[in-house]
């Protein structure tokens, strides 16, 4: 693997990433569907919107409610990439009256390629909620795998 290329969408995570960890303090959230990358390279506090690090947000991954998940605990920042899911996120008027896009970043190389898109919260939106760090554990939750299964069935 130390011979591998990362794909482009992993190399725009990491741009982004990195250009919130410049334009941010160490307490700015992030909320993304994909976080390991997001996570490591920002060194920030990340809403997992799978629930797969934020038990917090597993009720509403079971149904199918990502947008719920992050009116519950909104976050100083949201990611979405043209390749995945946060678009019913984004087009939502409750997601435009309260976030902005402030940065993209296209994937590089040829043919078919996608962007980040980095959106931050505007100024006063739901800033009495805001949302608790402290959600996110190291480990799994005790019904981690009863959440799994349920995930898993159809």
């Known amino acids: ?21 410049a334009h941010s303090g160490p307490d700015a959230s992030i909320a993304y569907v994909e976080i ?8 920030r ?9 934020t038990p917090a947000a597993r009720p509403y991954v079971l ?15 949201v990611l979405a990439h043209t390749r995945g899911r946060m678009t019913p996120i984004v087009t939502s008027r409750w ?10 970043f296209e994937d590089p190389g040829v043919g078919r390629v996608g ?5 931050r919260r505007r100024a006063g939106k739901d800033r009495q909620r805001g949302w608790n760090p402290s959600a996110i554990r ?6 981690a795998r009863a959440d799994l299964r ?5």
Request: no cysteine; hydrophobic share 35%; glycine share 6%.
């Open 150 to 154: 349920r995930l898993a069935s159809p």
């Open 115 to 119: 962007a980040l898109q980095i959106y």
């Open 1 to 21: 693997l130390s011979h591998a290329t990362p794909t482009p969408y992993r190399i725009t995570y990491q741009r982004g990433a990195e250009w919130i960890k």
């Open 36 to 43: 390991g990358v997001i996570g490591y390279y920002s060194e």
């Open 95 to 104: 997601f435009k009256r309260r976030y902005r896009e402030v940065m993209r």
């Open 138 to 143: 190291d480990r799994p939750s005790p019904n």
């Open 63 to 77: 149904q199918n409610n990502l947008l719920g998940a992050l009116k519950a605990n909104p976050t100083d920042f």
């Open 45 to 53: 506090p990340i809403l997992d919107l799978m629930g797969l690090v």
